[in-house]
């Protein structure tokens, strides 16, 4: 593959953009509804969206938007509100998300995957108006939807206004600003964060990833990815919508799904985390010789394997393109282009419109330092945690976390994290809080959490001192699921007679490796 150096890059992003990159939020749709308001008056018989065996043109997608935001308002819904999308990748999700959009209020996205335990946290932190849950999946011929009064239930959503937090006192816990959506993270305390993306944070990581991705009214975009991250949420969806677009959902992943799609679907591009990779090339899976219309494969929401990288591209004659970013960078920081593929495993180069610096970089003898960014893409803050949001976001530069380097073609390296912060098929798990579960166990006397990259993935492995003569993993694994998602249980669990500690009585984590 030919160098790119970064001049050339910045170059052909401007042509690929059409503006310099100073000008890029003067192109930008002020909302993601105004995108498909734009498309439905373009192009309104185009297909926009595609999800249980359904499809959606742009026309189509307004029409419904515009019910259910009248629905939502006839509810008491109103600017600056939360309503929490209790809900699986599917038409449903979406429309809400949009129709919300229409009346300025805020998504909250959360998995319905989530213990009842976790779900509670987020629901007394997000002071949601409502949350709205799926019985059955939407089905038939959703224009009659348009013309009902009943748009809810032919969309197989429920609204239920009996939330525990009651309603928003909108003085005392305002939003900022043109909040569109609230994803929640869990911080290292394990208590919920609520990152505030703004209308212009979807709309800049959308159009940037959009253009970069050459997105067009031809293209048919898969993914699997959940819109309760913002790697789907603002880089996929936002994306595809910004440029006119098609965009096919899938509730689960499935790798023989995600095959058959990628043969029979005239599927353009494909978006996934290493994980879904690992799976799509097992030896245990029948694969088609070509699929005639893919361009373009990403990967994200995780470190990528050299080895997993080398055999996707054997395997489907194209690239794996890669991308970085944190849910506080809406998310999207860098990612590699199309026209410059990168033979390594580095997240390619700072996307256009977004600065960057890498602090302590120049006294490190490798050149690693601390990243940190500032640009549209950057989040509002934390809802209701100024102090947590102070500690990141200083005069608009966002603290990554991440230990980074600029490699010697000139992309952006991450190296290693700050954080603790443990990334298992995409999702983000964070020690302290697993810790915190198995330390309620009365077996367990001291607990210790750590990650272990594997091929494409990480492991969730914990060291524990315990007062019982045996620990069973399926057993250990039982009680966290009354309190914790099934990600974030353990795939290994090691028994020490003493944890290694400092004298001040510190877990010293950096020791565990040796013991794997």
Known sequence: MPVWQPEDVREADEAVLCAATTDIRANLFSTPIAAVEHWAGRNPQATCLSAEALELSYEQVSQLTLVLAAEFKARGAEPGDRVVLELENGLGVVLSFLALNRLGAAAVIVSPRLSDFERQKIVSHALPIAIITAITAPSGDLSQAILTTNVLTVLGLV??????????????????????????????????????????????????????????????????????????????????????????????????????????????????????????????????????????????????????????EAYFGLPLHNGYGLTESGPTIAQTRLYAPLSDTSVGFVIPGVDYVIVGASTSEEGIGELKVRGPNIMAGYYRNKAQTDQVLIDGWLATGDLARINASGALEIVGRIKELIIKNGFNVYPPEVEAALLKLPEIIQAAVIGQAVPGNERIIAFVQTSASALDLGWINQQLRLTLAGYKLLDEIRVLDQLPAARSGKILKHRLADFL
């Not at 209308?199 to 009214?217: E, I, W």
């Not at 899976?285 to 494969?297: D, E, G, H, K, V």
Request: charged share 15%.
């Open 159 to 312: 609204w239920s206004d009996d939330v525990a937090a009651g309603r928003l006192d909108r003085e005392r816990h305002p939003l900022a600003a043109n909040v569109a959506a609230m994803i929640y993270t869990t911080g290292t305390t394990g208590e919920p964060k609520g990152v505030m993306l703004t209308h212009q944070n979807l709309m800049f990581t959308g159009f940037v990833s959009g253009k970069l991705r050459g997105l067009g009214d031809a293209d048919r975009v898969l993914t699997a990815l959940p819109l309760s991250h913002a790697f789907g949420l603002s880089a996929v969806l936002c994306s595809v919508l910004t440029q006119g677009a098609s965009l096919e959902l899938m509730a689960t992943f499935s790798a023989v799904g995600v095959l058959a799609r990628l043969r029979d679907g005239a599927i353009t591009g494909f978006l996934g985390v290493p994980a879904m990779y690992t799976q799509l090339i097992s030896p245990d899976i029948q694969r088609a010789l070509s699929y005639p219309f893919l361009r373009f494969l990403f990967s994200g929401g995780a470190p990528l394997d050299p080895t997993l990288k080398k055999t996707v």
